[in-house]
């Protein structure tokens, strides 16, 4: 990586992981308030129309803020453009759910999720009135003032949510959070970015990022479907308490994968877009993320499955024991996710939503085939479907970049191998640590004293090339 790509890297990294703690942290704590105030049944009321959400968010988004990154000459016009087609598509869906919320509310049976219906999807507009904003400072690397604005947001929308909940309102106390929340995001994302759309509306504009963008569109829609239909069919298939228990090993399990895995990614698409005409210049930035989220991520994941059982125990009692054998076939699940997307991203950057599209409906036709195949099974088979289907997607990811950049499995895998093996070595030693230690906060913390020089004397016995490379960024921040 030249020098100006690791600048932009290493800030990008270190601005985007303070982002996504620190708004993690403040959610983290006020949700544990806000938890103790209400009841499992007003969060209840809230996750059944986040499906519908989440589908509406897909089609407002539509793949133009990715069109808008991987796009190099931006102008105005295309970000008015967006702008008028992410608020008008935001307003159809809302009118959309407005007419659909009583069918909603008599599907499950709940009466008063017509009125939350109605006022919490007015968040789709309020989100689509700072898109271009936040695009704009992710083309920037950008991300001390996203930092600023999603810290401060969550801080003052998580206080109101907490006051409401304290006053008795109940299940409207999340509502009025979500909205605030996007009022402050609005507010601070205009402050701060001081972008406003232009009377301009580019039809040249629509077509070329459209042509791009459409094919992402499908694709995150496909995975948006596949995504949600899990909790569905486990919820039906099985009982509250069988999805309940895989709802929360998915949350501690994802955490990770999710959080670092992003974190990365988002600091990658833009400025790899820069380079995306440089092929030999890509793959080698490339190689680099790839072994460096393995460095990071891959202890963290099989780190947690060794210390599922203390760590289950310690924070959510006996009561969630079942949880664990669930958690550490998750995690297999999200092992391979980050360099899943890598892949993908990979592939945007060159301008191969196309591609995208092709491996996304491949993909899922094997992952929604193993799904019916383990309903057959118990909840713990489900899981196990889920781990298996990721390492088959990490398989198929790669085949468009060994035709594009020759850059496939083979040498991927090879590459990640060391970190993987480490990884499981410290997963073994957690495992070990939890069987002998009963005491669930003594076992916890010898695991992550123990594992942690364990993995460190191993990358520096074995001179592991990201973590070499990683000192040295830790040098030059000195």
């Known amino acids: 990586m030249s020098s100006n790509i690791k600048t932009q890297t290493i800030r990008g990294v270190i601005w985007s992981s303070i982002e996504r703690f620190s708004m993690q942290g403040v959610q983290f704590v006020l949700s544990i308030i806000m938890a103790r105030l209400l009841t499992p049944d007003d969060y209840g009321l809230i996750g059944m129309i986040l499906v519908f959400m989440s589908i509406s968010q897909v089609f407002i988004d539509g793949g133009f803020a990715n069109a808008l990154i991987q796009k190099q000459d931006r102008s105005d016009a295309d970000y008015s453009t967006v702008f008028y087609i992410n608020l008008g ?5 809302y009118l959309m759910l407005y007419a659909t919320a009583p069918l909603i509310a ?4 709940q009466p008063l999720l017509t009125d939350i219906t109605r006022v919490y999807s007015i968040t789709l507009i309020l989100n689509a009135l700072t898109a271009i904003n936040k695009t704009k400072l992710v083309i920037a690397v950008d ?3 996203q930092t600023k604005i999603s810290f401060i947001a969550a801080l003052l929308s998580g206080a109101i949510g907490v006051y409401c909940a304290f006053t008795g309102y109940g299940v409207w106390s999340l509502v009025i959070q979500s909205i ?4 402050f995001n609005i507010l601070l994302s205009y402050y701060y970015v001081r972008w406003f759309p232009s009377w301009v509306f580019s039809t040249d504009s629509f077509k070329r990022l459209f042509a791009f963008g459409s094919k992402l569109l499908v694709a995150n829609l496909i995975s948006s479907v596949y995504t949600n239909l899990y909790t569905f069919v486990i919820g039906k298939k099985f009982s509250t308490t069988s999805l309940g228990l895989y709802t929360r090993a ?3 399990a994802q955490f990770a994968s999710s959080n670092l895995g992003s974190i990365l990614l988002r ?4 400025i790899f877009s820069q380079i995306q005409d440089d092929d030999e210049r890509l793959i080698r930035a490339y190689r680099k993320y790839i072994t460096m989220s393995a460095l990071i991520v891959f202890p963290l994941i099989l780190g947690l499955c060794g210390v599922a059982k203390p760590l289950v125990l310690l924070l959510l009692s006996d009561k969630w024991l079942d949880c664990v054998i669930l958690l550490q076939i998750l995690c297999f699940s999200y092992l391979w996710n980050c360099i899943v997307t890598i892949n993908i991203n990979l592939l945007n950057v060159k301008g191969r939503s196309d591609l995208v599209l092709k491996l996304e409906i491949a993909k899922k036709s094997v992952a929604f085939t193993i799904l019916f195949i383990s309903l057959y099974f118990d909840l713990i088979g489900v899981c196990m479907g889920l781990a298996i289907y990721s390492l088959i997607a990490f398989y198929m990811n790669t085949y468009y970049t060994k035709r594009l950049l020759n850059y496939g499995f083979r040498q991927q895998f090879s590459e990640i191998l060391p970190y993987l093996a480490s990884a499981l070595f410290i997963m073994g030693e957690a495992l070990l640590i939890s069987t002998y230690i009963e005491t669930p906060l003594l076992s916890l913390c010898t695991s992550l004293i123990v594992c942690s020089m364990s993995y460190a004397a191993i990358c520096y016995l074995f001179k592991l090339e990201a973590a070499m490379e990683f000192l040295k960024i830790l040098k030059l921040k000195k």
């Open 89 to 93: 598509i935001s307003v159809l869906f």
């Open 106 to 109: 008599s599907f499950y049976n």
């Open 143 to 145: 991300f001390k003032t």
């Open 180 to 183: 605030s929340s996007s009022i």
């Open 250 to 252: 998915d949350h501690f």
């Open 267 to 270: 600091v990658a698409f833009p």
